[in-house]
C-alpha cells in the first residue's frame, strides 16, 4: 500500500529557533493536512492545503505557523520562533476526495 | 466541527473477547471512518462506512452505522492482545470540507 512519508522522524530544537518539518504525501491525493498530537491527549487539527492553498486552518495554526508545497512532491509545515509547548508529534496526512486518509509516521518534534 | 465522540474511554478485556466501542456525531454525513493508534504512532485507517450502509465487515471487524441516531459501532471479535490501541472515529459531513477531527478515542487494552 502506498505511504506517506515524513522527515526527519525526531527534532530536537532550542526554543525560539525555527523548524521545517517534512512530508511527502501519496502522489495522487489532492488534500493535505497537518496534525500534531501532545504527549498523552488527543490528534489535534492544525490545517489542510488543497489546490496549492490552504483551505481550512484550526486556532493553533497562528502566525508562528506556515505550510508550504514547494514543489510537486514535499509538503512542509514551518514553525517559526518555537515554544516549550510546541512540544509534540505532528503528522502530515493526506487523502483523494471523499476516501480515507493515510498518515505518516510522525515527527517527534522536543523543544528545549 | 466534525468531530466524532468516542465511547467509552477505556476499555480492558481478556484476549478472546469481543470488544465494543461507539462513535456519536452531529451533522449528517456522507461516511465515517475509524481509525487506529498504536501508541506515539499515525493512526491507521481500519474502515469507511458511507452513509448509505448499514454494516460493514473488514476480518474481525464488524462497523454498524445508525445515521438516525447519528451513532456508529466498532466491534472486534476475538480480540487478541495485538488489538491494544486506541481507537477513533472521524466523520466527512454532507456538503462541507472534509476536515477529519477527532476525539479522546476509546483506550482498548486487551490482556493475554
Known amino acids: 500500500e502506498p505511504e506517506v512519508t515524513q522527515t526527519p522522524s525526531h527534532q530536537v530544537t532550542q526554543m525560539g529557533q525555527e523548524v521545517i518539518l517534512r512530508c511527502v504525501p501519496i502522489?495522487?491525493?489532492?488534500?493535505f493536512y497537518w496534525y500534531r498530537q501532545i504527549l498523552g491527549q488527543k490528534v489535534e487539527f492544525l490545517v489542510s492545503?488543497?489546490?496549492?492553498?490552504?483551505?481550512?486552518k484550526s486556532e493553533i495554526f497562528d502566525d508562528q505557523f506556515s505550510v508550504e508545497r514547494p514543489d510537486g512532491s514535499n509538503f512542509t509545515l514551518k514553525i517559526r520562533s518555537t515554544k516549550l509547548e510546541d512540544s509534540a508529534m505532528y503528522f502530515c496526512?493526506?487523502?483523494?476526495?471523499?476516501?480515507?486518509?493515510?498518515f505518516g509516521s510522525g515527527t517527534q518534534l522536543s523543544v528545549l | 466541527s466534525q468531530q466524532g465522540e468516542e465511547d467509552p474511554q477505556a476499555l480492558s478485556i481478556q484476549e478472546g473477547e469481543n470488544a465494543t466501542m461507539n462513535c456519536s456525531y452531529k451533522t449528517s454525513i456522507n461516511n465515517l471512518q475509524w481509525y487506529r493508534q498504536n501508541s506515539g504512532r499515525g493512526l491507521v485507517h481500519l474502515i469507511l462506512i458511507r452513509s448509505n450502509e448499514r454494516e460493514k465487515h473488514s476480518g474481525r471487524l464488524r462497523v454498524t452505522l445508525d445515521t438516525s441516531k447519528k451513532s456508529s459501532s466498532l466491534l472486534i471479535t476475538a480480540s487478541r492482545a495485538a488489538d491494544t490501541a486506541s481507537y477513533f472515529c472521524a466523520t466527512d459531513i454532507t456538503g462541507g470540507s472534509y476536515i477529519p477531527t477527532f476525539g479522546r478515542g476509546t483506550s482498548l487494552i486487551v490482556h493475554p
Open positions: 492545503f488543497y489546490n496549492n492553498e490552504i483551505s481550512e
Open positions: 496526512a493526506s487523502r483523494r476526495t471523499g476516501e480515507k486518509l493515510f
Open positions: 502522489s495522487n491525493h489532492l488534500y
